[in-house]
């Protein structure tokens, strides 16, 4: 996502993407219980815990340049830590567990982690955040330009380590950057709108989510050198997952109690992102109460007044379901693969990812 996005006046904020893999509240009676979905350990696969620790340093001083303020800003959230997801993923899909990661499988990580990272600098721009891995944002700590170029900066790096390994990893790179850029802005242009459609919403996740997903587990499919049948399956995997991903973080969104998120219950709903619980709502027999409230900024109590129409409409059922037929099509994809650790080690991460939902 580009500056000239980003610099142009006021835009309503824009949800977070892909950061909550470690809270998941199961929902029942008393207290939700937090449930820690740990990618890593999901996964299991042989030699990926010690890749991934070679992978840390490594990203770091993909962005350090030696000028102390520019390296201290691209490197604010590599240093908060996080899940490392996406990196883990192509890690995974080069190796199968059979062999330590190549410095290449390990640089195609690191070019799909900046990107990620430059489009969370962005975001928090957009949304005008204040924290994020549980540190204070660039944007909050240095202002909203430097958190804009310093964000296009890690775009840059992204970009010419991707051309170092290759024309075929360059061009994924690029083009997932145009479909990030897409669903951005199909997020943007669909805020606040009630009749947003649900091909808006799958147009959007597809975009600030499934994408970038589905290029992490297909780069990992380039630098081992994999062929067409084993990439189109990493593809399909990831793109998959990808969406149960934000499904699952769209319907916690709703479910959840203030707090246990890092963010107020039903922050979408306040900042105009109508995620698929809230379209089916708005479609149901009383969806036009939700109307009435929806469409514009909410304050605390109409938040709560919507959050829980929302909930006792049939839209949080056919969120999961939604959710569990992306989680059959990810280990469909997953039992095309050659590697059996991969195969099993995929599939447990999708199911996994279910984990503390509600039961549809």
Avoid: W
């Avoid at 990808?242 to 959840?256: C, E, N, T």
Wanted: glycine share 10%; net charge negative.
């Amino acid at each position: 996502m580009g500056s000239c996005v980003k610099c142009t006046g006021r835009v309503r904020p824009t949800r977070r993407q892909g950061e909550r893999i470690d809270e998941v509240i199961s929902s029942g009676p008393g207290t939700p219980i937090v449930v820690i979905v740990d990618p890593l350990a999901s996964l299991s696969i042989p030699l990926l815990g010690e890749d991934m620790k070679r992978f840390e340093p490594l990203l770091a001083e993909s962005v350090v340049i030696g000028d102390p303020f520019l390296d201290q800003v691209t490197t604010h959230l590599i240093l908060a830590g996080g899940k490392r997801l996406r990196p883990m993923l192509a890690i995974a899909s080069a190796t199968g567990g059979t062999r330590e990661a190549s410095q290449d499988d390990l640089l195609g990580g690191v070019a799909l982690e900046l990107m990620h990272l430059a489009s969370l600098y962005h975001d928090d721009v957009m949304d005008e955040a204040v924290v994020r891995r549980n540190v204070e944002s660039v944007n909050a700590r240095y202002g909203n330009l430097i958190a804009i170029v310093a964000g296009d900066y890690l775009m840059a790096r992204s970009a010419a380590i991707a051309a170092d390994l290759g024309t075929a990893v360059a061009g994924l790179l690029a083009r997932t950057l145009a479909l990030l850029t897409q669903g951005q802005v199909s997020e943007v242009r669909t805020s606040f709108k009630i009749d947003r459609s649900v091909d808006d919403y799958y147009e959007a996740i597809g975009g600030k989510t499934a994408a970038l997903m589905a290029t992490s587990c297909r780069i990992g499919g380039l630098t081992a050198g994999l062929g067409t049948s084993e990439l189109d399956a990493l593809s399909a995997y990831g793109y998959a997952l990808g969406i149960v991903f934000q499904l699952r973080d769209d319907i916690l969104d709703v479910v959840a109690i203030d707090g246990q998120l890092g963010k107020p219950a039903g922050q979408d709903l306040a900042e105009g992102i109508y995620t698929l619980p809230v379209l089916v709502a708005l479609s149901d027999r009383n969806g036009a109460q939700l109307a009435e409230i929806l469409g514009g900024p909410l304050d605390e109590d109409a938040r709560e007044i919507a959050r829980r129409l929302v909930v006792a409409s049939p839209g949080i059922d056919e969120a999961l379901a939604e959710a569990n037929r992306h989680v059959s099509a990810a280990t469909e994809a997953a039992a095309e693969l050659s590697s059996p650790d991969l195969q099993r080690g995929f599939a447990a991460l999708a199911s996994e990812l279910m984990l503390g939902l509600p039961v549809g």
